[in-house]
């Protein structure tokens, strides 16, 4: 049988298995999907054996995304953009190529919820790994202003300046920033410690979209904090987790795979409904 995994440190609480195992039977596709957490030092071994021992594909995840970057024979060129590998497939001519299907994924969550993109005013918070995937799919949506706030600013402002050939990106600081936004995404990892990136609440209005990447069995930090603030729609990135997965698992398998019944499966494993 066709074999994938995902690498990550820690990765036993992994959704993916749940997710691919689901999209397999839904497209009736033989295959299974496991796990492996090596270290960082043995990380580029466990690829290099999963591969030779007959392996298809694998996703990766926190904190080998970059490591992979450097580990595969080919990038395609939305993972050469993020600098950052999530999503690995041998190909038929025994090649390597690195993939990445996050930004896609949460573009395709985006869309989902009935969010607009173009020629909207999106403020993108963070400038890590996250940020960097996700600038390029947001681009080609063709917002009329993108805006990347960082609390180490010089970082935002590398980003901005990286990405402005593909549209109207800029850097600003947290108190720099003026409204009306229509989307506010915090790809900030802040919620994982239940801290709040230091926005002003005044930012905040009723016709706002928050999205939030981090996701958890309750609200993360910033959904509360917007939602106390008079948010209407908020999002967490669980909905980006299950898109980012039918992206890679279109990749493996040329076919894409439905995702509402997936997540909707998702949330109830998680306890979310
Ligand atoms: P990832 O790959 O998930 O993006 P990362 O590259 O470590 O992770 O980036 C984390 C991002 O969250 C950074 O933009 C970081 O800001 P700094 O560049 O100033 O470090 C941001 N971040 C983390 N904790 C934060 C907090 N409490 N408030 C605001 N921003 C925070």
């Not at 694998?58 to 999530?86: H, I, M, Y």
């Not at 969550?109 to 947001?138: C, E, F, M, Q, Y």
Request: glycine share 10%; proline share 5%.
């Amino acid at each position: 049988m066709d074999r994938y995994l995902v690498f990550g440190h820690p990765v036993r609480h992994s959704k993916s298995p749940f997710i691919h195992t689901l999209f397999a039977r839904q497209t009736q596709q033989e295959l299974e999907y496991g796990l492996a957490e090596p270290s960082v030092d043995e990380f580029a071994q466990a690829l290099r054996t999963f591969f030779d021992q007959g392996g298809k594909g694998c996703n990766v995840t926190v904190p080998f995304k970059e490591q992979a970057f450097t580990l595969v024979d080919r990038l395609s060129p939305r993972a050469k953009r993020a600098g950052a590998v999530n999503t690995i497939k041998l190909t038929d001519d025994g090649v390597l190529l690195g993939d990445n299907t996050d930004g896609a994924g949460l573009v395709a969550d985006l869309k989902s919820h009935g969010v607009t993109l173009a020629d909207n005013r999106i403020l993108l918070l963070g400038a890590g790994g996250a940020a960097r995937g996700a600038l390029a799919p947001l681009l080609a949506e063709l917002p009329s202003e993108l805006v990347i706030a960082n609390r180490t600013h010089t970082k935002a402002q590398q980003l901005a300046a990286e990405f402005h050939d593909l549209g109207p990106v800029t850097a600003q600081t947290y108190e720099q920033l003026a409204g009306p936004f229509d989307l506010v995404i915090n790809s900030t990892s802040a919620s994982l410690q239940g801290e709040l990136p230091p926005l002003a609440p005044a930012l905040i209005h009723t016709d706002i979209a928050i999205y939030d990447m981090m996701y958890g069995a309750s609200d993360t930090a910033f959904i509360s904090w917007a939602k106390q603030h008079g948010a209407r729609q908020t999002m967490d990135g669980l909905g980006m987790l299950v898109e980012q997965a039918a992206e890679a698992f279109t990749v493996w398998r040329g076919i894409r795979p439905g995702t509402k019944q997936v997540l909707r499966e998702l949330k109830r494993n998680l306890g979310v409904i």
